[in-house]
């Protein structure tokens, strides 16, 4: 299986790039940053600000020539887990800016790679998400990150229909509260948190599609 997975430098990303190797799979990981570090297996480094369409673009470019094909996409990368804002004060600036990053960067690369992963015997599309973006527990606070969540929450709900009849199975994954730079301490630990992105990310072919999901196991949208 050849699978991209965005913001794999760190974090939830980088343990679902290892796990992904670990299980024998080719990785492209992507990162805005290089990749100083030797993860080892078969882990390709590519450069993707998932905010930049020409970032976009070249790796859409740069797998369609090395393997023509794409099998998971884990739009994994996230931004602004605000807890220091309220909605009825929130910086529309700075939820906007989360939007760039949480939903039109996955949104985006969804759809450039979208031909990549038609050609896919058992193409997957992985969105994580965060239980944040739960409506049926919806509270106050972190409007920009919850609002963006269910956004993309959404957008699974929509790619998945849409794309059933071509096989591809599309979900939205809650990692857990995971001890990241994200989660902060306290959390569990990263291992834990990817396990059920790799999941979603090597369904078999009769798995769920259009689904909300924790350690494989639903969530109330
Ligand atoms: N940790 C939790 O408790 C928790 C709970 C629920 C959901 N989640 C979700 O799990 C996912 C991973 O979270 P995490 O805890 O691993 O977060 P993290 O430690 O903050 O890592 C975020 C990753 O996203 C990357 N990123 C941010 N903006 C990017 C962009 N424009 N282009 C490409 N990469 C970008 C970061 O790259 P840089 O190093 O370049 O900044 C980093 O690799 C997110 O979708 C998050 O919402 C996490």
Known sequence: ???????????????????????????????????????GGDIVPLRLDVTSAADIAQVAATVSERYGRLD??????????????????????????AAETNLYGPWRLTQALLPLLRESAHPRIVNVS????????MGGGTPAYGTTKVALNALTRMLAAELRADGVLVNAIC??????????PGGR?????????????????????????????PLPW
């Open 1 to 39: 299986m050849i699978a991209l997975v965005t913001g794999g430098n760190r974090g939830i990303g980088r343990e679902v790039c290892l796990q992904l190797a670990e299980l024998g799979h080719t990785v492209l990981l992507g990162s805005r940053s290089p990749v100083a570090e030797e993860l």
């Open 72 to 97: 998971a996409l884990v739009n994994n990368a996230a931004i602004a887990y605000d807890t220091w804002q309220s909605a009825a004060s929130a910086d529309l600036d700075a939820v906007r800016e």
């Open 130 to 137: 965060s239980e944040a973006a739960s409506l049926t527990n």
């Open 175 to 184: 990692p857990g509260w995971v001890a990241t730079d994200m989660g902060g």
């Open 189 to 217: 630990p990263v291992a834990a948190g990817a396990a059920g992105v790799v999941w979603a990310a090597t369904l078999p072919d009769d798995g769920p599609t259009g689904g909300f999901f924790r350690d494989g196991r």
